[in-house]
Nanobody
Framework: QVQLVESGGGLVQPGGSLRLSCAAS????????MNWYRQAPGKQRELVAT???????NYVDSVKGRFTISRDNAKYTVYLQMNSLKPEDTAVYYC?????????WGQGTQVNVSA
């Protein structure tokens, strides 16, 4: 059983920055790989960034060099630092993990990048 809650979304101008947070429910967090997905209106949900339990990271090509995923196991929290934001980054961003063959999702947080 894993509960995930995202926060930190909002409206930002192109070139600006936001930091998203995802708070997890319990001690199991430190053993889990964590992911950030996003979904724009009318588009498929896409994987944006991953971080392993040991801290290894991977990113979709479109955000490499701009986004950074990190985790603080003591706080049961994963972050997504988003810099140099573009209008095409506009989406609902979701925290995700897989535990005991089940996927768990947060409620999502809206990111709007617009002048």
């Amino acid at each position: 059983q894993v509960q995930l809650v995202e926060s930190g979304g909002g409206l930002v101008q192109p070139g600006g920055s936001l930091r998203l947070s995802c708070a997890a429910s319990g001690n199991i967090f430190r053993f889990l790989a964590m992911n950030w997905y996003r979904q724009a209106p009318g588009k498929q949900r896409e994987l944006v960034a991953t971080i392993s339990n040991g801290g290894s990271t991977n990113y979709v090509d479109s955000v490499k060099g701009r986004f950074t995923i990190s985790r603080d196991n003591a706080k049961y929290t994963v972050y997504l630092q988003m810099n140099s934001l573009k209008p095409e980054d506009t989406a609902v961003y979701y925290c995700n993990t897989r535990y005991l063959q089940r996927d768990y999702w947060g409620q999502g947080t809206q990111v709007n990048v617009s002048a």
